[in-house]
T-cell receptor, first 113, second 115 residues
Framework: AQSVTQPDIHITVSEGASLELRCNYS??????LFWYVQSPGQGLQLLLK??????LVQGIKGFEAEFKRSQSSFNLRKPSVHWSDAAEYFC???????????FGGGTRVLVKP | GAGVSQSPSNKVTEKGKDVELRCDPI?????LYWYRQRLGQGLEFLIY????????KSGLPSDRFSAERTGESVSTLTIQRTQQEDSAVYLC?????????????FGPGTRLTVL
């Protein structure tokens, strides 16, 4: 069965500091990996996705993620956090096209001025 | 439309009543998904539609939950005899199944509160 673990429930970071959100997955085949962001009162927005190819993926809003097969990880990073990045972040894994997504429990990011 | 839309945005109902939640996917998207998000938790898969294929209902938590989709358009999620544990945000997503991509685009959700 597929699963996703986001070990950090909450992270607090100062504005301008770097951010890294951890994601570990379990999947029996080649995974498709996603990061979504959910801002207060808003729907889920796709930040980036990995299907194949280059293991370092660039997304919107200055985010990037690196797929490490050996570690079953897909950590999300941003070099310099803005106050508007305060939100909840979800990592998800799926299989071939048309497969359901399995989500992690989410990491809530708080940004200090 | 420009994105996935869902209605109503909020629904408050009494325990034991039936509710219907609606999802309008992005035009041209062949796949449609329903998820549930309980307070403070991640998303749980409920059901998946793809074209005329039989839907994947493996995530439906009980027989009180059902969903329909007409062709590649609107979907309705019905919860019968609602219980308090059904309180959650119900999210719909749609995607276009290309050769190697399946990015799901989510609607804003329907917040269901069962009193």
């Amino acid at each position: 069965a597929q699963s996703v673990t986001q070990p950090d429930i909450h992270i607090t970071v100062s504005e301008g500091a770097s951010l890294e959100l951890r994601c570990n997955y379990s999947y029996g085949a080649t995974p498709y990996l996603f990061w979504y962001v959910q801002s207060p009162g808003q729907g889920l927005q796709l930040l980036l996705k990995y299907f194949s190819g280059d293991t370092l993926v660039q997304g919107i809003k200055g985010f990037e993620a690196e797929f490490k097969r050996s570690q079953s990880s897909f950590n999300l990073r941003k070099p310099s956090v803005h106050w508007s990045d305060a939100a909840e972040y979800f990592c998800a894994v799926g299989g071939a096209a048309g497969n359901k997504l399995t989500f992690g429990g989410g990491t809530r990011v708080l940004v200090k001025p | 439309g420009a994105g996935v839309s869902q209605s109503p945005s909020n629904k408050v109902t009494e325990k034991g009543k039936d509710v219907e939640l609606r999802c309008d996917p992005i035009s041209g998207h062949t796949a449609l998904y329903w998820y549930r998000q309980r307070l403070g938790q991640g998303l749980e898969f409920l059901i998946y539609f793809q074209g005329n294929s039989a839907p994947d209902k493996s995530g439906l938590p009980s027989d009180r939950f059902s969903a329909e989709r007409t062709g590649e358009s609107v979907s309705t999620l019905t919860i019968q005899r609602t219980q308090q544990e059904d309180s959650a945000v119900y999210l719909c997503a749609s995607s276009f199944l290309g050769p190697s991509t399946d990015t799901q685009y989510f609607g804003p959700g329907t917040r269901l509160t069962v009193l």
